[in-house]
């Protein structure tokens, strides 16, 4: 008897339907794996241990960087400038404002003479230092002078040469302000006069030109004061 035959499902491909059998129509190659050992596995190299890329500058940050260089040069050479002058400044202050043997006022200096000359040869001496016979312009600077000729008569630069023989300063400027011991005077025309400083309070007194008396030289004081 013999027993009806079964169909027998068809396996999908690359399956055997029993160890020993296979469809006829697929073929598969095997490799010999050792079941001990672990499958290979493709390693993955961290993005961190990628080769770095060389930095390519273009034209425009090289010329940024030019420009950042000397802009950085100007601030240093600006900064050393200041603290120079500055510097220079701190050392002037150390320096005297009028020279050795001068006093200072109101930003001038000015010198009282130990010796006597006539009007014009202490003119010429107050010349030879860079300096003037005194120009009185106001209440504090005659003040000032009356003070320091120590009662010893001193020429001023004030003379009867204007136009006329009308009173002037040798620098050239008008008559402003007045301390005549007795008035004003009047002006001689035809002999010229001289002015000096009393020793008694420094008031201003004519006298004749040739005569040898102390004087004051007065100059500018010095610049960076």
């Known amino acids: ?15 055997p339907d029993s160890m020993d059998s296979f469809d006829d129509d697929y073929q598969r190659d095997y490799e010999n794996v050792d079941p ?19 930095v390519v500058f273009t034209s425009k940050a090289a010329e940024h960087g030019r420009k950042s260089l ?13 603290s120079t002058a500055a ?17 200072e006022f109101q930003r001038n200096c000015y010198f009282f003479s130990s010796d006597k000359e006539s009007w014009e040869q202490a003119r010429i001496s107050c010349n030879e230092h860079t300096a003037e016979l005194a120009v009185i312009s106001n209440q504090w600077e005659q003040t000032f002078l009356a003070g ?43 002999l010229k006069i001289c002015v000096r400083l009393t020793g008694r309070g420094g008031a201003w007194s004519r006298a004749q030109c040739e005569t040898r008396y102390n004087f004051v ?9």
């Open 87 to 103: 510097l220079v400044l701190i050392l002037l202050k150390w320096l005297p404002y009028c020279p050795q043997g001068w006093e």
């Open 70 to 82: 000397v802009i950085l040069y100007v601030l240093m050479g600006a900064s050393l400038l200041v």
């Open 1 to 15: 008897m013999e027993l009806p035959q079964t169909n027998r499902a068809k396996m999908p491909h690359g399956r």
């Open 148 to 190: 320091g000729i120590n009662s010893t008569h001193h020429w001023i630069g004030l003379s009867n040469e204007g136009t006329e023989g009308s009173w002037l300063w040798v620098d050239g400027s008008p008559v402003s302000y007045t301390s005549w011991s007795a008035g004003n005077p009047d002006v001689n025309k035809t």
């Open 217 to 225: 030289c007065e100059r500018a004081g010095a610049f960076w004061a």
């Open 36 to 54: 001990s050992q672990a499958p290979p596995q493709h390693q993955v190299q961290p993005q961190w241990q990628e080769k770095a890329k060389p």
